[in-house]
Every structure is written in C-alpha cells, then in structure tokens.
C-alpha cells in the first residue's frame, strides 16, 4: 500500500481484557517497529523487526506484552491483561532498507483501557 | 543508553517569522537525527533529518544543524506558516546499531495569524 496501515484506529478495553493491534507496513519493507507514545510524550520503542526476526524486544514494558511478525509483513502487537497503564498510543513504522534511516510511521492506534 | 533533551515544550511565532527548536543528546555514539512533525490524530512525519558526518542540511524553509561536539541540534523553519502549526520532535539513534529512535519530549508550534 502507500503508506502504513494501523487497525483499529481506536479501541477500548475493559482491565484485564486481552487485545490485538495490527500493523500493515509498506510492501516490501524490510523493517517493521512499534512504538508506544503517552499522551503529551513522545514516542517510546518497544519492539522492532528485520523481516521475521525480532532484533530487539528491549522496549516492552512486560511479559504481558507480545509482537509478531510471522511472514516478515503484516505484524500484531498483542497486550494480555490489559492493565489502565496501558492506555496510550501504539504506533507502527517501517523503513524500507533495512538500515533504520526514514521511518514512515502509520497513524496510531490509541488504546483506552477503562 | 541515549536521552534526548528538547527545548521549549511551547512555541508560539507570528506568521512569516522564524522559529527555532533545539535538543541535545546524551550519546556520543549516535550517529542519526531525524525531525517528525505530527499534526493532531496523525502519526509523526519525517521532515527532515541529518547525519553526523554533515553539519547542516536545507530543505526548502526548513534546515537543521548538528554540533557533534556540544552533542545538540537545531530545528530552523524560516518564513513561517499557519500550516507548520504541529508538535515537532527531534530524535537520536545509533544506525548500525540498535536502530531504534529515542525521542524528545516534543515542541508545540504555534503560527499565529
């Protein structure tokens, strides 16, 4: 696609729920990240991938905390036992050379847990 | 590991006039420093970015400098308009390395007519 897809844009959990958050990157992009951003904050990594392989998971907060990226293109980001820290912002990037330089970030998916 | 400082958190310019934002980091092996610009419900744009075997890139009204010394880097928009009102955020990374972008706190930029 011509950009990078994140769904669903918005969504509410209740404490405890578990949910799923997906990540379409630009076809044929090599690496894929997930960043969290705090309203007002900026954002903060929490995971990246280099087609399958998960480099580095050094960001997430906690086990409760899961990202995929099985085919080396659509990725999941999955929060068990959702918990009200979590509300934020979960943003998507990808960057086509492998190499980190020029992201495209997708538009978010803001999480309300209540 | 890298922390990105940046200053102001608000700023607020008469159209047509420049503004000016600046960060530094703590890493003196950070070698990459892009600009987002993100605009309400959005995520970050890329506007800009350098690296650090240059001191100054342009593009258009906008420029950004880099001091590797004094570790920090400036964000210049000259000729200011209503549509660069955004938050801004300036980042680090170590490319060849992690990868991954550590950010500033974020500038609110305000053109005021």
């Known amino acids: 696609g011509a950009g990078v897809s994140q769904s669903p844009r918005y969504k509410v959990a209740k404490r405890g729920q578990d949910v799923a958050l997906r990540c379409d990157p630009i076809?044929?992009?090599?690496?894929l990240f997930w960043y969290q951003q705090a309203l007002g904050q900026g954002p903060e990594f929490l995971t990246y991938f280099q087609n399958e392989a998960q480099l580095d998971k050094s960001g997430l907060p906690s086990d409760r905390f899961f990202a995929e990226r099985p085919e080396g293109s659509v990725s999941t980001l999955k929060i068990q036992r959702t918990q009200q820290e979590d509300s934020a912002v979960y943003l998507c990037?990808?960057?086509?050379?492998?190499?980190?330089?020029?992201?495209?970030f997708g538009s978010g998916t803001r999480l309300t847990v209540v | 590991g890298e922390n990105v400082e940046q200053h102001p958190s608000t700023l607020s310019v008469q159209e047509g006039d420049s503004a000016v934002i600046k960060c530094t980091y703590s890493d003196s092996a950070s070698n990459y420093f892009p600009w987002y610009k993100q605009e309400l419900g959005k995520g970050p744009q890329l506007i800009i970015d350098?690296?650090?075997?240059?001191g100054e890139k342009k593009d258009q009204r906008i420029a950004v400098t880099l001091n590797k010394t004094a570790k920090h880097f400036s964000l210049h928009i000259t000729e200011t308009q209503p549509e660069d009102s955004a938050v801004y955020f300036c980042?680090?990374?170590?490319?060849?390395?992690?990868?991954?972008?550590?950010f500033g706190q974020g500038t609110r930029l305000t053109i005021n007519p």
């Open positions: 350098i690296r650090s075997n240059v």
């Open positions: 980042a680090a990374s170590f490319i060849q390395g992690a990868q991954k972008l550590v």
């Open positions: 076809s044929g992009h090599v690496s």
């Open positions: 990037a990808s960057s086509g050379g492998g190499d980190g330089y020029g992201y495209t």
